[in-house]
């Protein structure tokens, strides 16, 4: 500062035709951000265009990461880019790096414009990994299609970006620097705040802290066993569940952000958990958790690795929702999953006469719901779970509200759910992921089973398999028109629906990095058959799928690279 006022330049750049966001924000390989001239910056540039110049000037944006490698690098771009762009004052996280749920939780204690996470959610992280960048809006909330429309329509005709090239950050130190820039009257402030405070202060507000320290650490308290995965997750569970909640320090591993992540995947499912499920199969632990990357999803597991599937989860957290002082405030609105998750919270729904929404994949689909006070808890088969205390699914939040219910009924997490299995009925539920296909032959499977699926004659065709005949009630591509604001999203997923109930899915998702995955979800309801094996119960109705589809054949796949 000492050196006159900051510059403000303005630099030629051409546009890249594959900056659409996906699900969950723009997500490529590291790699690409690196070896393609300001692919990032033009990314940026296109989020701020995308917020009227009234708006923006003078405003408050907040910019988190997992920490995860090349983090460092885009955080000063995004600090330098804000700065030339308008925004009056940045809150980011001390060392770059803030969880996704709390980066919702600042937006919306600060009254910002929106939030950067720079995070790959779930995928893999290292230089070889992914990066990828979130944009929440003014609710917290992830950025709605139409702003992500218009995000991408301004990276196709992009032609330059504004930046402060000379204007360097502080990460490491806590409190406010300033920043005289040329051109402008009021100094550029940059606030480093600690990560996980006004997160904490948030979830002291919803749940009974006194009676989860007595469940965690007092005179009868469990042993649960908690994964951060390397990512963002540490500090939260560490601060939380370590010192504030009394768990010893020994029940949380991995809890140093990594550049790497470790090397492994941090998804919040068993299958990438398996440190977790493991330690948990030895029995010694009454509760595990883990996280992903950026800690929005979580993975439930019981005594001796009892697995809850996410479709569960929210299932019986809606069942047991008093359980968290919060709603007994609030009371309930709604509830709300995303089309391929399980229909168990459909059953929760109709028996205590809530509202139940079916939204399209993606967390943004919710939030509409809840400003205009209609939705209280929603969940995805993704892992994902959260409230309407902010506008992002919450890992820790879905831990600490199963902790909850654990406290209140004093049971294991596996009786609580066979006893919810017992009285509600049972959704099987699996996710067939195959990865990395070929894009071309995986959208041509799409288009022709769309085909198949919408032509007449399908509706009313029986399937057999074994024993068991599937008859087809009606088949079609989800469509979602917003009760909000009557907007409408196509082309949400193939589903198949059979008499009794059981569904097939299919979908590409929105959040690979390489070729495409395409998803295939299944779902079949049992009254009686409670406690059986799931991939035993579901196999007939995974030969329909793949016999309908001709998937490995379209694909060259001869099965799925993950099974969840
Ligand atoms: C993101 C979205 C979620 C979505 C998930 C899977 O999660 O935020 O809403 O369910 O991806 O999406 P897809 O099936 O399209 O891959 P995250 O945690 O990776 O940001």
């Known amino acids: 500062m000492d050196d006159g006022p900051l510059q403000v330049l303005t630099v030629p750049t051409a546009p890249y035709p594959d900056q659409r966001p996906g699900t969950g924000g723009l997500r490529r390989k590291v790699h690409v951000f690196q070896s393609r001239r300001y692919y990032l910056h033009n990314f940026i540039q296109s989020v701020f265009s995308s917020i009227d110049l009234r708006d923006r000037q003078g405003s408050t944006v907040v910019v988190g990461g997992d920490g995860r490698f090349f983090n460092r690098d885009a955080i000063e771009v995004v600090v330098q880019m804000a700065a030339a762009n308008g925004v009056g004052r940045l809150i980011i996280g001390h060392h770059g790096v803030m969880s996704t749920p709390a980066v919702s939780c600042v937006v919306?204690?600060?009254?910002?414009?929106?939030g950067i996470s720079l995070t790959a959610g779930s995928n893999p992280g290292g230089p070889e990994g992914d990066f990828g960048i979130k944009f929440n809006t003014a609710s917290g909330g992830p950025a709605q299609e139409v702003v992500t429309n218009k995000i991408f329509q301004i990276s196709r005709a992009i032609e330059e970006f504004a930046i402060c090239p000379g204007l360097r950050v502080d990460l490491a130190t806590l409190g406010k620097q300033r920043f005289d820039l040329e051109n402008k009257f009021k100094p550029f402030t940059v606030e480093i705040?600690?990560?996980?405070?006004?997160?904490?202060?948030?979830?002291?507000?919803?749940?009974?802290?006194?009676?989860l320290k007595e469940l965690l650490?007092?005179?009868?308290?469990?042993?649960?066993?908690?994964?951060?995965?390397?990512?963002?997750?540490?500090?939260?569970?560490?601060?939380?569940l370590c010192e504030e909640l009394g768990s010893p320090?020994?029940?949380?591993?991995n809890c140093v952000p990594l550049e790497d992540l470790g090397?492994?995947?941090?998804?919040?499912?068993?299958?990438?958990?398996?440190?977790?499920?493991?330690?948990?199969?030895?029995?010694?632990?009454?509760?595990?958790?883990?996280f992903d990357g950026d800690g929005d999803r979580n993975v439930i597991l019981g005594k001796h690795g009892f697995s809850i599937t996410p479709s569960d989860s929210v299932a019986v957290v809606a069942a047991n929702i008093f359980c968290i002082p919060y709603f007994q405030h609030t009371g309930v609105r709604g509830f709300a999953r995303s089309m391929p998750t399980s229909a168990a919270l459909d059953k929760v729904a109709k028996a205590t006469k809530i509202e139940l929404y079916e939204t399209p994949t993606g967390w943004r689909f919710f939030w509409n719901l809840m400003d205009a006070g209609r939705l209280s808890l929603c969940g995805e088969e993704s892992f994902g779970t959260g409230g309407d205390h902010i506008r992002e699914k919450d890992g820790l939040w879905a831990v600490l509200a199963w902790l909850s219910i654990l406290a209140a009924r004093r049971q294991s997490a596996e009786d609580i759910v066979k006893e919810h299995w017992l009285k509600y009925g049972r959704n099987y539920y699996t996710r067939y992921d195959y990865e990395d296909v070929e894009l071309d032959a995986a959208c041509e499977m799409m288009e022709d089973l769309e085909t198949?699926?919408?032509?007449?004659?399908?509706?009313?065709?029986?399937?057999?398999?074994?024993?068991?005949?599937?008859q087809v009630e009606k088949a079609d591509n989800f469509e979602y028109t917003d009760p909000v604001d009557s907007s409408i999203s196509r082309n949400q997923g193939l589903r198949i629906v059979f008499s009794d109930g059981s569904r097939i899915v299919y979908r590409l998702s929105g959040t690979g990095t390489g070729g495409a995955t395409v998803r295939v979800y299944i779902d079949s309801y049992e009254k009686e058959e409670l406690f059986q094996e799931t991939q035993v119960m579901l196999a007939p109705l995974a030969t329909i799928a793949l016999k309908i589809s001709r998937l490995h054949e379209r694909t060259g796949r001869s099965g799925p690279s993950v099974i969840t």
């Open 249 to 253: 320090a020994n029940s949380a591993v």
């Open 452 to 470: 198949t699926l919408v032509d007449k004659a399908f509706a009313g065709q029986r399937f057999a398999v074994g024993e068991k005949i599937y």
């Open 263 to 290: 090397g492994q995947r941090p998804d919040a499912d068993p299958t990438c958990a398996t440190d977790l499920l493991d330690t948990m199969r030895g029995g010694e632990y009454d509760f595990g958790a883990a």
């Open 108 to 114: 919306r204690k600060h009254k910002a414009i929106g």
């Open 217 to 240: 650490s007092g005179e009868n308290h469990i042993n649960i066993r908690v994964d951060a995965m390397n990512g963002v997750m540490g500090p939260y569970v560490r601060r939380i």
């Open 193 to 211: 705040v600690d990560s996980v405070e006004s997160y904490a202060n948030l979830l002291r507000n919803i749940f009974d802290f006194a009676a």
